[in-house]
């Protein structure tokens, strides 16, 4: 099998590397040794191989993924904002062989029609991408399968377990909220109410990540020994022959190691993310030439001022509450470490087959909702939204159990509820400081910086509706305080603690008061759900694009990128199903330009 952490001394040439083995890397790589067993193919991946960690491998271990121990995970850190009171926001981002797909929360959600479309760009419509979308899946979910996969590499199903009384609650609450419980979210034209989750784990609950499910059987079957894959080996540089891309430079992980390159003879293709794929381009001297001089790069090769700019994510915030449920209903006893894993393990038991996600919500505010939020923000729907019923304000889920890590939480059963922003006007970016792989990036996440505040009112107005979703479930037993907008004691917001469910609820009244503390409470506390994108956007060169619809970089030749930094607008939806689609899309550029397959 062609897996290594150290690269044989023999492999000096090849047709195509691939910097970086994420979730779409993997895809490609994969699609272009079945095209053609002869290409000889090299990815290069800055973390481990993931097989064999219980971490990787079963869905109700993700979390552990976000510890700082992580050795599947790197965190990058923003520069202090003032638009959170003066916070860093830190974002884990997967450094290990299938990227995200190998310690994301595996969540199974589709790009809207109107997401795919927004792009206005020829060969990405929602239509031409549905193919691709299908390709990569089996589904086993609900909903109409001319719109789903019944074929592909990776499965979706609801797993092995679900937290079925929880959801149901959560799903009745939402109808006396006002929401429909709908079939399939996924279909990308539905919109504005609850489904019951489905997600990217297989129907005997194992993960269901690009590198085992596209790139290891490519590895494993014999039958393409020139599909080579390094791992713990972080790319620094492509090197060029005047405007082409000729190889690689990388660095790998080992004590005292040193550089080494690689040559291809056909293409580069750069696929290491949000935030490396900028920094490897800018180190390479692609980018603007400005920036590229601060850093302390000798070397312009190409003046590409989008590289790094308009870094996109969803803005989110988590909100626990207690709860009646019992403790084989959560995966709290995971988290808190009541629970052995090994055990678990020896046992096969059904828990380590879910993700405690069983439900995803895409919703759209009423009109009293809108009015409600003053008329900036009137103005602001107006325009973006409310002639696109396709297009949802805001995502919501259900978590069963703390949805965090449950440092000083009084022991218990506890259910969240999580909030992202489905369209950010924030805007950050992310560039490189110096030539070197230990120079910290210039990261700016953008958060809450948009001059009319309408982020800040999209969460404001998605804290109250999600309350009030919760206070209407059976299990509920009151609001954890530290997780919630400090409301003094004699506001009608003020954060309660029953022995029981509520009855006859109403819906709490907001003063002011009440609205300016949820405020600073999103700015203090806003996170990011770890959907980076958009910082190598495709898009015209007077746009800030550094790709064309082709995905090849401007101003250079033989130099590709496939992953979700391309994307040029950001999407109503977890990003996991994006990254395979563009995976798959990228597979098929390629295929068609080196000419492969054909008779």
Request: charged share 20%; with cysteine.
């Given at each position: 099998?062609?897996?290594?952490?150290?690269?044989?001394?023999?492999?000096?040439?090849?047709?195509?590397?691939?910097?970086?083995?994420?979730?779409?890397?993997?895809?490609?790589?994969?699609?272009?040794?079945?095209?053609?067993?002869?290409?000889s193919?090299?990815?290069?991946?800055?973390?481990?191989?993931?097989?064999?960690?219980?971490?990787?491998?079963?869905?109700?271990?993700?979390?552990?993924?976000?510890?700082?121990?992580?050795?599947?995970?790197?965190?990058?850190?923003?520069?202090p904002s003032k638009n959170l009171g003066g916070r860093e926001i830190v974002v884990p981002v997967g450094t290990v062989l299938g990227g995200g797909s190998?310690?994301?929360?595996?969540?199974?959600?589709?790009?809207?029609r109107d997401d795919w479309d927004s792009w206005k760009t020829p060969g990405w419509t929602t239509d031409e991408?549905?193919?691709?979308?299908?390709?990569?899946?089996?589904?086993?979910?609900?909903?109409?399968?001319?719109?789903?996969?019944?074929?592909?590499?990776?499965?979706?199903?609801?797993?092995t377990f679900t937290g079925k009384r929880c959801q149901d609650d959560f799903i009745s609450a939402m109808k006396n909220v006002g929401w429909p419980e709908i079939e399939d979210l996924g279909s990308m034209d539905a919109c504005n109410g609850v489904q019951r989750a489905v997600r990217f784990v297989s129907p005997d609950g194992k993960r269901q990540d690009t590198a085992s499910r596209y790139l290891k059987p490519r590895l494993q079957d014999g039958a393409h020994p020139n599909l080579h894959v390094l791992v713990e080996s972080q790319v620094v540089r492509v090197l060029f022959q005047g405007k082409k891309a000729s190889g690689i430079v990388y660095?790998?992980?080992?004590?005292?190691?040193?550089?080494?390159?690689?040559?291809?003879?056909?293409?580069?293709?750069?696929s290491a993310g949000a935030f490396g794929t900028p920094a490897v381009l800018e180190r390479s001297g692609v980018g603007n030439p400005e920036i590229l001089r601060r850093a302390g790069i000798a070397e312009v090769v190409a003046d590409v001022p989008g590289v790094g700019r308009e870094y996109d994510d969803h803005?989110?915030?988590?909100?626990?509450?207690?709860?009646?449920?019992?403790?084989?209903?959560?995966?709290?006893?995971i988290l808190t470490g009541n629970l052995n894993p090994a055990e678990l393990i020896q046992n096969n038991d059904k828990i380590l087959g879910w993700n405690a996600q069983d439900v995803t919500?895409?919703?759209?505010?009423?009109?009293?909702?809108?009015?409600?939020?003053?008329?900036?923000?009137?103005?602001?729907?107006?325009?973006?939204?409310?002639?696109?019923?396709?297009?949802?304000?805001?995502?919501?889920?259900?978590?069963?159990?703390?949805?965090?890590?449950?440092?000083?939480?009084?022991?218990?059963?506890?259910?969240?509820?999580?909030?992202?922003t489905t369209y950010p006007f924030s805007r950050g970016h992310v560039h490189i400081t110096g030539p070197g792989l230990t120079?910290?990036?210039?990261?700016?996440?953008?958060?809450?910086?948009?001059?009319?505040?309408?982020?800040?009112?999209?969460?404001?107005?998605?804290?109250?509706?999600?309350?009030?979703?919760?206070?209407?479930?059976?299990?509920?037993?009151?609001?954890?305080?530290?997780?919630?907008?400090?409301?003094?004691?004699?506001?009608?917001?003020?954060?309660?603690?029953?022995?029981?469910?509520?009855?006859?609820?109403?819906?709490?009244?907001?003063?002011?008061?009440?609205?300016?503390?949820?405020?600073?409470?999103?700015?203090?506390?806003?996170?990011?759900?770890?959907?980076?994108?958009?910082?190598?956007?495709?898009?015209?060169?007077?746009?800030?694009g550094v790709v064309d619809q082709y995905l090849s970089v401007y101003g250079v030749e033989g130099l590709k990128i496939a992953d979700l930094s391309v994307v040029p607008k950001n999407v109503a939806a977890n990003t996991n199903n994006t990254a395979l689609a563009v995976g798959e899309k990228a597979a098929s550029i390629l295929i068609e330009e080196l000419g492969l397959g054909r008779k």
């Open positions: 099998m062609g897996l290594y952490s150290q690269l044989p001394d023999d492999i000096q040439t090849v047709d195509i590397i691939i910097a970086g083995g994420g979730t779409a890397g993997c895809i490609v790589a994969s699609r272009l040794a079945e095209a053609d067993p002869n290409l193919i090299l990815i290069v991946e800055a973390g481990p191989d993931g097989a064999g960690n219980p971490t990787v491998d079963y869905p109700a271990f993700f979390f552990s993924n976000l510890l700082p121990s992580a050795t599947t995970t790197t965190f990058y850190k923003s520069n190998s310690i994301n929360m595996m969540m199974y959600s589709r790009a809207q991408m549905l193919p691709f979308l299908k390709k990569s899946e089996t589904y086993h979910g609900p909903g109409l399968m001319d719109r789903h996969g019944c074929d592909g590499p990776v499965h979706v199903s609801s797993g660095q790998p992980k080992a004590e005292g190691a040193t550089e080494r390159t690689v040559n291809a003879s056909k293409m580069v293709i750069v803005h989110m915030l988590l909100y626990p509450y207690k709860s009646s449920l019992n403790p084989d209903e959560t995966i709290d006893g919500c895409k919703l759209r505010p009423t009109d009293k909702d809108v009015a409600s939020l003053g008329p900036v923000f009137q103005e602001v729907w107006d325009e973006e939204f409310k002639d696109s019923p396709n297009k949802p304000l805001m995502m919501m889920a259900l978590i069963s159990c703390f949805p965090g890590e449950p440092i000083g939480i009084p022991p218990g059963q506890y259910f969240g509820v999580s909030t992202f120079d910290p990036l210039d990261f700016e996440t953008g958060f809450f910086a948009d001059e009319k505040g309408i982020d800040l009112k999209k969460h404001r107005w998605a804290y109250k509706k999600q309350r009030e979703v919760a206070r209407r479930m059976s299990v509920y037993r009151g609001e954890l305080p530290a997780g919630h907008p400090p409301f003094p004691a004699h506001s009608k917001a003020a954060c309660v603690a029953p022995d029981g469910p509520l009855t006859d609820v109403q819906d709490i009244e907001y003063s002011a008061d009440d609205d300016a503390i949820i405020d600073k409470w999103a700015r203090d506390n806003v996170s990011s759900p770890w959907h980076s994108l958009g910082t190598c956007k495709m898009a015209t060169r007077d746009q800030n």
